[in-house]
């Protein structure tokens, strides 16, 4: 069962009788029958399908580090009841998150600002950066893909009603909730820029990730030396999340 997992999973153009004639090679004899219900078992589609179903997830790995992904998230203001739209773009290989922008209204023209905003933060680094993952949403215009086609960073659409396939979006706008913004209160826009500069420093500098084998996009801070005793917690945001260092001797 475990080498026709692999073997559909390391070829995604295998069907069954491909997988059945490798396995022949190897010595076991195998109905195709037997795999199809394995497959469906561990829930991997068949080969055609398949190959759909990875190319995506392959090509992300094979293209971490030159791509970015962007992304609205909203918060409902507890005095002034305005709903405030947070628009970000996330450096997938490295995690690091930019956010660029709150307001109100996020329509074409404003979004399409945030674009020259970012590559203004990026500066030189934008040449790293190849492709750019969007949903199809009305505030992505033609001029917002037009002033990342300038330094060559190519847009990648989402298939309609797929936001999986913007998934570290996704996963970014699930963390900043879970640790942040279901737990807070915010009060107006200023109070939200102000709350979400700071988390947005706690995520890039300090916040381990798994994604990155435990450590932060980009560490301010060289690695201890294993055996301080001496600890010290450092409160982010009142408390609400909390960081940890050595004590200064």
Not at 94 to 111: E, K, M, Q, S
Request: proline residues 6%; aromatic residues 8%.
């Amino acid at each position: 069962m475990g080498l026709i997992e692999r073997m559909a999973r390391e070829n995604a153009g295998w069907g069954y009788r491909r997988i059945q004639g490798e396995l022949l090679k190897l010595g076991h004899r195998v109905a195709a029958s037997t795999i199809r219900r394995v497959l469906k078992r561990l829930r991997i589609p068949p080969a055609p399908r398949r190959v759909d179903d990875l190319s995506w997830r392959r090509f992300l790995r094979a293209q971490a580090g030159s791509l970015l992904a962007c992304d609205f998230f909203h918060i409902d203001c507890a005095v002034t009841l305005k709903r405030i739209y947070v628009f970000f773009v996330l450096e997938v290989g490295t995690r690091y998150v930019h956010i660029l922008g709150t307001t109100t209204n996020p329509d074409g023209p404003w979004t399409t600002q945030q674009a020259r905003n970012l590559l203004m933060e990026l500066g030189g680094k934008s040449e790293a950066f190849r492709f750019l993952i969007r949903d199809r949403g009305g505030q992505f215009t033609a001029a917002f893909d037009t002033v990342l086609a300038d330094p060559g960073i190519e847009v990648l659409k989402i298939p309609p009603r797929c936001p999986r396939a913007n998934g570290h979006a996704e996963r970014f706008v699930g963390t900043i909730r879970r640790e942040l913004t279901d737990r807070l209160l915010i009060v107006n826009e200023r109070h939200l820029r102000s709350v979400l500069n700071r988390y947005a420093r706690h995520y890039n500098h300090r916040r381990p990730h798994q994604g990155l084998l435990l450590a932060p996009p980009r560490p301010d801070r060289s690695v201890s030396i294993p055996g301080t005793t001496s600890i010290r917690r450092r409160p982010v945001l009142e408390g609400l999340i909390n960081e940890y260092e050595p004590a200064a001797a």
